[in-house]
């Protein structure tokens, strides 16, 4: 199988408008942010109802991991195969400006149009695991399986990516020429995602050691492009 491109298409929908220098279509920016994250959006349209869910997800390939009760409406509308569109965003910082209007923040950003199928059997089962090694590696070897009756009442989808755009934001506020002898502080206040210490379940010995979390989102470095608003 040959290796798929190093960039995603440009199309009317995934097309950079607002300040296109902070963003890609380049696959491996793209994959980078989503195995970041813990958690989409997932926006469809229900009948004449646009709605927009959050989801934990994991990434497979040029795809996404999504699960849920097979009675609910997200996972029924999204195995009918409908265009949707899932974002996944990072938080890395406050920006603090000399102005009101510069303040933003640092993020990394992933906006994807596709569609989903349903997963069945084997592959099913496997997309289960990967969801569960995504919160805790090791951990779908440690657990119990889940039941025919489980499996029954939950949905698994595999959302292939169809087009894809990433958008970065890094570094402290752009002022402006007039504003930089404003009395105020200035500058950017970066922030990180970590795992806490475990709280254990009623009924858990000494006998079981916590699982090791993958914590944080990724690296949140200054090499990403710069700029002053969040657009």
């Not at 609910?72 to 965003?89: E, F």
């Not at 906006?111 to 569960?132: C, N, P, Q, S, Y």
Request: hydrophobic share 45%.
């Amino acid at each position: 199988m040959e290796p798929p491109p190093p960039r995603y298409p440009e199309t009317h929908r995934s097309l950079l408008r607002r300040v296109p220098a902070r963003g890609t279509h380049e696959r491996a920016v793209i994959d980078a942010i989503l195995d970041a994250g813990l958690v989409a959006h997932v926006g469809f349209v229900e009948g004449d109802q646009p709605l927009v869910l959050p989801m934990v997800y994991v990434r497979r390939d040029d795809g996404l991991v999504l699960h849920g009760a097979r009675a609910g409406r997200l996972l029924k509308t999204l195995a009918a195969q409908v265009a949707a569109c899932v974002t996944v965003t990072l938080l890395d910082g406050l920006v603090l400006a000399r102005s009101a209007f510069h303040h933003s923040v640092n993020y990394r950003s992933v906006v994807a149009f596709g569609t989903a199928r349903e997963l069945a059997g084997t592959a099913k089962r496997d997309a289960m695991e990967a969801l569960i090694e995504r919160l805790a590696p090791g951990r779908s070897a440690l657990v119990r399986p889940p039941s025919a009756k489980e499996l029954d009442a939950t949905a698994v989808l595999s959302f292939a990516i169809e087009e894809a755009s990433a958008k970065r934001r890094s570094g402290g506020p752009i002022d402006e020429e007039e504003d930089l002898a404003w009395p105020v502080w200035a500058g950017h206040v970066p922030l990180r995602s970590a795992a806490m210490a475990p709280v254990a379940a009623p009924g858990i010995g000494a006998a079981f050691a916590p699982p090791a979390i993958v914590s944080g989102t990724g690296d949140s470095s200054d090499a990403h492009p710069s700029g002053d608003d969040l657009a």
